[in-house]
């Protein structure tokens, strides 16, 4: 076997996938939908999902939707056409249709960072009710009470997770002035646009929690426009710790989770349910995170 094995690599043999496939009525492709491949959040998942698919024998697909919902629908529908074997969905919403429909025709389908509200379906994320609450109790032991939350927008539940645990944490640490603000997106535009808002409506505030990096980014914009400075007249939390946030003058404060981790898990998930497709598939994964401080947080003015 192992001079077959020698003599195949030097002559340069590939395996025959479509043939493959015809026997066991798989295609041995798996397609990775997310919403916005701009987002330094994606590389890691993708990478991640990658790896584990790669060494199962898979071909890994990725469509991006650039946030719109009908392309989506468009492009899951191409895939299934083209017949891959399962999806890895990092685009749901709140309220998802097509997700549900997914859920019903027994397609092999892992939502991963977002989920939706029904879990129909399997989902990997992290932990985002102890991450945001550990950016709270960072910001309180430093001494700040007048504290923000840029949240995601209400339809993904990032977005709602995420606001729903700070006004939590909050509460918990006895601040009943906090203030939440819903961003129309998850990028620095949004951040940006929301923090202006802010500004200008004249609220007395000391540190701002951000529900992504992206957002935290555009508060920083925002507050330099105007002259205030991050952290000496404003701390700021970020979330998800992507890769350049350490190399930022000053350097993120942020929660980070485990992303290549995260794209791995839900790889595994959905090879199982595919190699299983009778067994119980409805599991729902959080991964640890922790708060990584650095520069931008410092007790308040």
């Known amino acids: 076997m192992r001079r077959v094995e020698q003599a195949a690599q030097r002559l340069g043999y590939v395996p025959n996938v479509l043939a493959r496939g015809l026997r066991t009525s798989r295609s041995y492709v798996a397609a990775l939908v997310i919403p916005d491949i701009t987002n330094p959040l994606f590389p890691p998942i993708i990478r991640g999902a990658e790896q584990v698919l790669s060494q199962a024998g898979f071909t890994l697909v990725l469509t991006d939707t650039n946030n719109d919902a009908?392309?989506?629908?468009?492009?899951?529908?191409?895939?299934?056409?083209?017949?891959?074997?399962?999806?890895?969905?990092?685009?749901?919403?709140?309220?998802?249709?097509?997700?549900?429909?997914?859920?019903e025709s027994g397609l092999p389908a892992v939502q991963v960072n977002r989920r939706c509200s029904q879990p129909q379906l399997p989902y990997v994320g992290g932990d985002d009710r102890h991450g945001i609450e550990l950016c709270v109790s960072h910001l309180v032991e430093l001494g700040h009470r007048d504290i923000v939350h840029l949240a995601g927008p209400p339809d993904t539940s990032t977005g709602r997770e995420r606001s729903n645990a700070f006004r939590q944490a909050t509460r918990g640490s006895g601040l009943r002035s906090a203030r939440v603000i819903e961003c129309e997106s998850f990028t620095e535009e949004a951040g940006a646009k929301a923090t202006r808002k802010l500004l200008k409506s004249g609220r007395a505030f000391t540190a701002v929690v951000a529900a992504t990096d992206l957002l935290a980014l555009g508060a920083m914009d925002a507050l330099a426009e105007v002259g205030r400075s991050c952290p000496s007249d404003v701390s700021i939390t970020g979330y998800n710790d992507v890769s350049f946030m350490?190399?930022?003058?000053?350097?993120?404060?942020?929660?980070?989770?485990?992303?290549?981790?995260m794209g791995a898990h839900a790889a595994r998930t959905l090879l199982d349910w595919i190699r299983e497709p009778d067994k119980p598939n409805q599991t729902q994964t959080l991964l640890p995170v922790e708060l990584v401080i650095r520069g931008t947080t410092t007790a308040p003015p």
């Open 70 to 103: 009908t392309l989506e629908r468009t492009q899951v529908a191409s895939m299934r056409a083209h017949g891959v074997d399962g999806f890895i969905i990092a685009t749901a919403r709140w309220q998802d249709a097509m997700l549900d429909e997914l859920a």
């Open 246 to 261: 350490d190399r930022l003058s000053p350097p993120m404060t942020t929660v980070h989770i485990p992303l290549t981790d």
